[in-house]
């Protein structure tokens, strides 16, 4: 067996038993409508989803739409998300974001990923989970958690997300890749942690070339 029909059948078997364990194929970001999920997201750069779920329903009272935030004093934003990390640089993204959506989407949030990575503070993870969540098209999000997870089972064997996106989009039908990527978010998040892997308890231990490789 070469090496790509090798990570083509364990993506396979991985993906029976993740999903199977966690169908839920949502964020765990809190939202309520597209626009709310894409400023989270730009907000979850270098930051936990827990800590964006704290700061954001202030800023959505503060600032419910796109029209809003686009006038919103840069100060004000800056207080708002200051514990989501990088706040002068996240505020001063998610106002630009809003000016753009308003000056050339009328508002709302476009459903394609070569639209939304136009948008400052908008990259391909971050356009793939909205295009997802909200549009219901086929999306892989790489984020940390699901790198390192795809990487350590040998399935997207790179460092750097938008290869892995491609290698794993490479590996299952599209069908399937929002599925697979929130369970390996959830995989990552819950055992295969960054420094210490809970590989004894793992889901897919047995699948996995680097169980109990990490002292
Ligand atoms: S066996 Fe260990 S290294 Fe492999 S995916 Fe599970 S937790 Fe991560």
């Known amino acids: 067996m070469n090496a790509i029909s ?12 993740l999903v199977a364990l966690w169908p839920d194929q949502g964020p765990l970001l809190r939202y309520a ?6 400023v989270a997201v730009v907000l979850s ?19 419910p739409g796109p029209r809003e935030l686009a006038l919103a004093p ?23 974001a809003a000016k753009l959506l308003v000056e050339e989407y009328e508002a709302t949030v476009p459903d394609s990923i070569e639209e939304l990575v136009r948008l400052p503070g908008v990259g391909r993870k971050t356009a793939n989970l909205v295009v997802s969540a909200c549009f219901g098209k086929p999306g892989i999000v790489v984020d940390t958690h699901v790198l390192r997870t795809a990487r350590r089972l040998g399935i997207a064997p790179s460092d750097e997300a938008n ?37 004894a308890d793992c889901p897919v231990r047995i699948l996995c070339p680097s169980a109990y490789s990490f002292g």
């Open 6 to 17: 090798d990570r083509h059948e364990r993506a396979q078997e991985l993906y029976s038993i």
């Open 33 to 38: 409508n597209c626009f709310e999920l894409l």
């Open 45 to 63: 750069a270098q930051c936990t989803d827990e800590q964006v779920n704290k700061a954001t329903p202030a800023l959505f009272a503060a600032f």
């Open 74 to 96: 840069l100060e004000q934003v800056e207080a708002l998300v200051r514990t989501t990390g990088f706040y002068h640089h996240k505020a001063a993204n998610i106002i630009a």
């Open 163 to 199: 290869r892995s996106e491609r290698m794993i989009a490479e590996l299952l039908p599209e069908a399937q890749w929002t599925a697979f990527s929130f369970a390996i978010n959830r995989l990552g998040k819950f055992f295969c942690k960054a420094r210490k892997p809970l590989c």
